[in-house]
């Protein structure tokens, strides 16, 4: 008698972990494409460098902080709007590499 209760619990404890198992897939795929979904969306909005405050230029621009997103944001103050996307290299701190690769993400409205 005690065999047969436990080989039903061990049956019943190897199907329960196959389902889990066959289940953990479609939820992790789902979450995936939901936080895909969302970095594209995220990488896909343009960032006007005359109207973005220091947490939207630290936020959405790849290598750019908070200190980096002041200067930016002092710069325009003191010089006014900017008139091109080039003139973003004038910032201290900002080389052509951080510009290159935040290039597509930039606007001047």
């Given at each position: 008698m005690y065999k047969t209760v436990f080989s039903s619990?061990?049956?019943a404890f190897l199907v329960s972990i196959s389902l889990s198992a066959a289940a953990a897939p479609g939820k992790s795929v789902d979450s995936?494409?939901?936080?895909?979904?969302?970095?594209q969306a995220q990488?896909?909005?343009k960032v006007n460098l005359n109207a973005a405050d220091v947490e939207t230029l630290s936020r959405d621009l790849s290598?750019?902080?908070a200190a980096k997103a002041k200067a930016i944001v002092a710069?325009?103050?003191s010089n006014g709007p900017f008139t091109a996307v080039d003139e973003l290299?004038?910032?201290k701190g900002i080389g052509k590499a951080l510009l290159?690769?935040?290039r597509d993400r930039l606007v001047i409205q």
């Open positions: 619990l061990i049956v995936m494409s939901s936080g895909e979904e969302l970095t990488q896909s909005a290598g750019i902080g710069y325009r103050e290299l004038e910032v290159e690769k935040n």
